[in-house]
C-alpha cells in the first residue's frame, strides 16, 4: 500500500483564490453587511462592536499546546502531531437525519456517497448522511449566482467570504433563504456547541446579516497572499532572499536566464503595495480621507512593477496574463511568484515526492526606502456556512451538531477523522506522526467536511521539511506590520458606482505594469475613477467615521 502526502486543502487564505483570482479581485472589497435589508446601491455598514449580543459566547476549548506561539494575531505553529489525539465530541451527535451540502471544490471530483468509504467513515461517526454537491471552486461565483437567483439552495451552503461580496442583493436573500441561527447559537445557547463557541468573536461577527446571525464562519488567518520564492535555487545560486526592493529587482537581473528557460518573477503587484506602504484602501489623516489610487506609495509600487516587467524579468506566459504560474514555479522556470499563502504546502504535497531537496519559503516582508511595510490584513472569515430555512427544529440542533463535529480543531481525533479519514484505510502515520494518504485515500479523500465548518486558524503541516518552523517565523514578523484601518470593526457594503469604478483602474494598472500604456495613463485613469465612483465613495465612507464616532 503506497502512501501520498495529504491532498492540497484549496481556500482564500490557503490558496483558493491565489494570485490570479486576487488579482482580479478589489484589494478593498470587504464583507457585506446591511442594517437595511440592501439594496439600494448606495451602501451601508454596521459597526461589530454593536453585535456582541447576537453572537456566540465565547468558550475556549482546551486542546492541543502549540509549540510555537502566534504573535500579534499571527496562528498558532505545531512542529508535529499528537501521539494522543483528544476526543472532542463524546457521542455521534446526528440522530440518523439526511442532509444536501454544497461547497466549491479545487481538484477533481471524488467517488460520490455509495461509493465512497471516506464518506462512510465520516458519516458513521457523525450518525448522520451528509451527501455533498460539489462545485468547481473556479467558477463558483457564477453556480453561486445562480443559486441565489434561483432560490434553490442545499441544507447546508458554503459561500467564499469574496464571492458574499459579488453577489448582487446577497444581503436580502440571506434572510429568505437561510435559517436565523441568533436563537441557536448566541450567547450562551451556543454552549450546547462548544466547539463553535470556541471560534473567534470577530469571526461570528462578519456572519450577522440584517441584526440577526445567520452563518456559521471560517476564522481566517490574517494575511491571503504573499510572493513566494524557490529557496533551494537561490541557495543553489549562492543567493540570500532579498531584503528591500532594490535587492529584490537586483537578483532578479543576476537569476533571469531566458536561454536557459528561467526567469526571476511571476506578477507581485499586490504584495508590491503593501512593501511600498499604500493602504489596502483608505488612510484617513487630518479629517480626510485618501484613497490607495492617490498615495505616492501605491504609484511607486505600480512603477517599480512596470521596471520590472521593462527589463524582461517576468516570464512571457505571466505577461500574456496566463494562467500557468504554478506550474512555471514548481518547475522552477520562475523563481519567485506571488501565490495565496497556502500554495506553498500545495506546491511540497505535489513535488516532495519526485524532488525531496523541493523547498519554497515565503519572501520577508520589508519595506521601501527605510520605511516599514503596510500588510494588508484579510476579513475575520474567510468564509460562511449557511443552513436552509424551513428545516424543523430538531434537524437544526442536528445540522449544528454536525458543524460543532466539524470545528474540531487541530490535535482531535475529530479533526483527523474529518481532515484524514480511518487510520489504516485512508492514511497512515509516518515515523514523524503525521498524516499520509493511502493510494485508498488519494482517491477518496476530499475536503467537504472541512469546508462546512471552521476552527481556529492553525500552523500544523509538520509532515513537509522546516514548514511549520519557516511559515510561523515568517508570520509572527509580518504580523507586527498590519495597517491602521480605520473602519476596523465596521462591515461595509459599498455603494455600486464606488465597487464598479475599480475595475476599469485596475485594468489600466496592468495594461501600465505590462508596458502596454504609458505611467502617465494612470492620472486619467484615477481622474475617471474619481468621476465615475470614487468621490461618491470618498463622501460615503466618511459619513460612516461620522456616524460611528471616528471623524
Known sequence: MSLHPPRPTRRRFLGLA?????????????????????????????????????????????????????????????????????????????????????????????????????????????????????????????????????????????????????????????????????????????????????????????????????????????????????????????????????????????????????????????????????????????????????????????????????????????????????ELFNSGRILFNQDGIGAWHESYGQMLGDDPDFRVDLMPVFGAGGSDPVMHRGDPSAQSVFVRKGLEPEQIEEVLGILNFCAAPFGTREYMDYRYGAEGVHHELDDNGAPQLTDLGAGEVNDGYYFISGRPPAITESQYPDFVPWKTAWYNHAAQFSEEDPFAGIRIQRPERFAGAETPLTDKVEDVIRGREDLDALDRAIADWRRDGGDEGRDFYLGVLQEHGRD
Not at 159 to 171: K, R
Not at 270 to 287: C, E, V
Not at 306 to 317: N, Q, S, T
Request: include cysteine.
Open 18 to 326: 491565489g494570485a490570479g483570482t486576487l488579482a482580479a479581485l478589489s484589494p478593498a472589497v470587504l464583507a457585506s453587511c446591511s442594517s437595511d435589508g440592501g439594496g439600494t446601491g448606495g451602501g451601508s455598514a454596521s459597526e461589530a462592536g454593536s453585535l456582541d449580543s447576537l453572537i456566540p459566547t465565547h468558550i475556549p476549548f482546551e486542546g492541543v499546546v502549540p509549540d510555537i506561539e502566534g504573535l500579534h494575531g499571527a496562528p498558532d505553529g505545531f512542529t508535529s502531531y499528537p501521539t494522543d489525539f483528544i476526543q472532542a465530541v463524546q457521542e455521534p451527535p446526528g440522530r440518523g437525519g439526511s442532509y444536501t451540502a454544497m461547497t466549491p471544490l479545487w481538484g477533481p471530483l471524488p467517488p460520490g456517497l455509495g461509493n465512497n468509504s471516506f464518506f462512510d467513515h465520516v458519516n458513521e461517526r457523525l450518525g448522520a448522511t451528509v451527501e455533498f454537491n460539489f462545485q468547481d471552486g473556479n467558477t463558483v461565483i457564477d453556480k453561486m449566482n445562480a443559486i441565489i437567483a434561483g432560490r434553490d439552495v442545499a441544507d447546508l451552503t458554503m459561500f467564499p467570504d469574496w464571492v458574499i461580496n459579488l453577489i448582487p442583493q446577497f444581503n436580502r436573500a440571506v434572510g429568505e433563504l437561510f435559517e436565523d441561527l441568533t436563537p441557536h447559537l448566541a450567547g450562551d445557547a451556543a454552549a450546547a456547541y462548544p466547539l463553535l463557541a470556541n471560534l473567534d468573536g470577530d469571526a461570528w461577527r462578519w456572519n450577522v446579516f440584517n441584526e440577526r446571525l445567520q452563518g456559521v464562519p471560517w476564522p481566517a488567518e490574517p494575511f491571503g497572499n504573499w510572493v513566494l520564492y524557490r529557496r533551494d535555487l537561490l541557495e543553489e545560486l549562492g543567493l540570500e532572499a532579498p531584503t528591500d526592493p532594490d535587492d529584490l529587482f537586483a537578483i532578479g537581473e543576476e537569476i533571469n536566464d531566458p536561454d536557459n528557460d528561467r526567469w526571476a518573477f511571476g506578477d507581485f503587484n499586490l504584495s508590491m503595495r503593501q512593501i511600498f506602504g499604500a493602504p489596502k484602501q483608505w488612510r484617513y489623516r487630518n479629517g480626510e480621507l485618501i484613497h490607495m489610487f492617490e498615495t505616492d506609495e501605491w504609484r511607486a509600487s505600480v512603477e517599480f512593477m512596470r521596471k520590472v516587467f521593462d527589463a524582461g524579468l517576468v516570464h512571457p506566459d505571466i505577461v500574456a496574463k496566463g494562467d500557468n504560474a504554478k
